[in-house]
């Protein structure tokens, strides 16, 4: 895997959390599963940051260790590879509680790396 650069990484994870939360605002389940766009876009979303968060240097990810890494890292190939078998219910639940503690922990890492 090609080293990248660190901040671009960070700010495109920043902008499809940016661009889900926008989508996801006053949504529910029912309407994440019954509006094809919404959905699509969202997964597009989650596998954009799940790519970029396979070049983030695992000594920077230790330092978010709340984070499940592995998990963010491989949701993407879920997504891609067996769509027809992920649950509506599980996606939203990543957006719902899994997105905002990541979002804190890019906000972080974007702080460090803007010192040094």
């Keep these: 895997m090609a080293v990248r650069r660190l901040e671009p990484i960070l700010a495109e994870i920043m902008e499809a ?3 889900i939360a926008a989508a996801a605002v006053g949504k529910t389940l029912d309407d994440f599963n019954s ?10 979303g989650i596998e954009i940051i799940s790519e970029a968060a396979r070049h983030i240097p695992d000594d ?6 709340e984070i499940p890494w592995k998990q963010v890292r ?3 190939n879920i997504l891609r590879h067996e769509y027809h078998k992920t649950s509506g219910a599980i996606v939203w639940a990543v957006v719902t509680d899994s ?3 990541l979002r804190r922990a890019i906000e972080r890492m974007l702080e460090a790396s803007q010192r040094q």
């Design 74 to 76: 491989g949701i993407g």
């Design 99 to 101: 997105l905002p503690p």
């Design 35 to 44: 509006d094809w766009l919404l959905r699509h876009g969202i997964e597009r």
């Design 17 to 19: 959390l940016d661009g």
């Design 60 to 65: 920077l990810a230790a330092l978010a260790s």
